[in-house]
């Protein structure tokens, strides 16, 4: 073990920098979220993490951004197990029928100020699933949506990108 | 001797490839449910549509395999559950889909029908109504005992499934899952869909078995149409189901090992997984080669670059991978929690034929690659471990040892991938009648079933996926009695069952 832990010490880190805010995350969240709610918060996020129907992919992405490349949580993002802790609710899937009780009250269950980022194309509009008589089809059906992350799945860089621009977002208008 | 032997049988009409499909009567069907329960044939798969119900058996040692069919004239047919616990949750899943019941039926709560749909039955093709009564957990009675309701949202990042654990103190007296939060409707979606659509749905089953999937619908598909594919396609397929495994079981390593608190295990081999995924982008264009296995062939070749991005892959597992073996057997307080915790008899992997390490570390000694030996994996050399500790620890060494042999297993393939075409065209229809076929792979959990039915012009008639976990989750109920609460997390981790891949 100590041999293992002494090479992560004495070699380079593989920690990427960070790739800039997506601009279009950036527009879409300039006409979503609430000026006064901005305030509220510091440079530091909270990510509660709803799987709504999802076929898992989106959740094997959500997991890589916490390895040691993308390091989320240098950025002040850390998932966190309960909604009641959380100022970010990161939803895929389609919103099964199955879950749709389960989202509103996850939802219902996070204190304001509060964003929700649907991700992946099912959480947009039911994607591949939508038409389905199991399926409601996109996460802004069942709650407001501020941010959307396109991609079947996205990539981690994807998704650092959309959560890295909410972060400016939001501190910006501090 | 053939599976159909002892079977009274008539040899169903429309042609179905590569095993064949009978039709039988109750006393038919009675004594398929007898060879199971004899443990003579395995329970391989069971689904029904509007006015059927099919099951496949594998005979374990012969490795056939034959599907039965039983018409439900009176919209009924002979419980098999009542008689062969495996089959519970499938047929409570064929009573939600298709409102056929099952006769003499022990158990016939709903599984996916969360009486969210807005109608029962939704695949019967009838209007019909159903009783809504709140869901029944099994009783568990005595002194001092508690009840733990856990999910569907779950604490980590994960799919959704309830949990209801019974405990007395911190030890668990019962768990029982329930399940189908993420019913999508995949089945219904199906039915009708071109062949590129269904596979496309076929692909995002279990998102982290999406190759698994493809390479199952596709064979069917082939199987089906009676169509050959080219060699090099069937290599490029092997190659990605490979990676796939390699990836899920670097996730997995680390995962289990960061539930029992060691966290430089799962940074180590979340370093490996994502290096993998990045070869699997810069080889076939992306992280999970979703889409790529087609029906046919591959719908594109590897990359230029693709075949120094997996030799380089393959050499620095080879340098760190032995190092975090290594670390994992000398970690006494790891072990303390992994050796000897949530076992699962070989009794049980046996009578549920539990595929994938659930099975093989539980004396189970079955692998879709070599029972089958489906191609390329009839030209590919390698082995398949086996354990009979049946615990956390011994599941974990299944993995290790299966990393070792995709290792190997890609390595060959890279040598041998010789060039060729990339996809058999299909026919654009095929006249006259339906055709099935079906399929069996191994996926990195275990053997992913799939069946199907096209029409004449290539349009699915009907198609099931099976994923293993169907007959692993089950088993994850007993292998946690007697355990403690904490340890949940680590026997469930240890099984990563799909959640997606059984609510469909």
Known sequence: ?174 | MGIFDSIPHVPAELPHRPWPRAVVTEAGWQTAIDRMVEGRLTLLGFWGERTAVHMAMLDGVSTDIAVVTYECTDGTFPSVASRHPPALRLERTIHDLFGLVPAAADDLRPWLDHYAWGKPYPLSGRIASRDVRPYQFLPAEGEGLHQVAVGPVHAGIIEPGHFRFTANGEHVVRLEQWLGYTHKGIESLMQGANLETAARLANRTSGDSAVAYAFAFARAAEAALDIKVPPRATYLRALMAELERLANHFGDIGAICNDASFALMHAQTGILRERTLRAADAAFGHRLMMDVVVPGGVARDIAPDGIPALRTLLAEIKKVFPRLIELYDNTASLQDRTVTTGIVKAEYARQFGAGGYVGRASGRDFDARRAIAYMPYDSLSFEVPVLQAGDVNARVWIRIREVEQSVALIAQILDQLGPGALETALPAGIGGGACEGMALTEAFRGDVLVWLRLDGDLRVERCHLRDASWFQWPLLETAIEGNIIADFPLCNKSFNCSYSGVDL
């Open chain 1, 1 to 174: 073990m100590r041999g293992t832990l002494l090479e992560s010490l004495t070699h380079g880190s593989l920690t990427e920098p960070a790739p800039a805010p997506d601009e279009s995350a950036l527009a879409e969240l300039a006409t979503k979220v609430n000026r006064a709610a901005q305030a509220r918060l510091g440079r530091s996020l909270a990510i509660r993490e709803v799987d709504a129907g999802s076929c898992n992919g989106c959740e094997l992405e959500i997991h890589a951004l916490s390895n040691a490349f993308y390091d989320i949580e240098r950025f002040g993002l850390r998932f966190v197990a309960s909604p009641r802790h959380a100022d970010v609710l990161l939803v895929t899937g389609p919103v099964t029928k199955n879950m749709r009780q389960a989202l509103e009250r996850t939802y219902n269950a996070t204190p304001d100020p509060k964003w929700v980022v649907a991700v992946g194309g099912c959480a947009i509009d039911g994607g591949i699933f939508g038409g389905s008589y199991a399926c409601v089809g996109g996460v802004s059906e069942i709650v407001p949506v501020d941010l959307h992350i396109k991609g079947c799945p996205p990539s981690p860089t994807d998704l650092l990108k959309g959560l890295l621009a909410l972060l400016e977002h939001v501190s910006v208008k501090r």
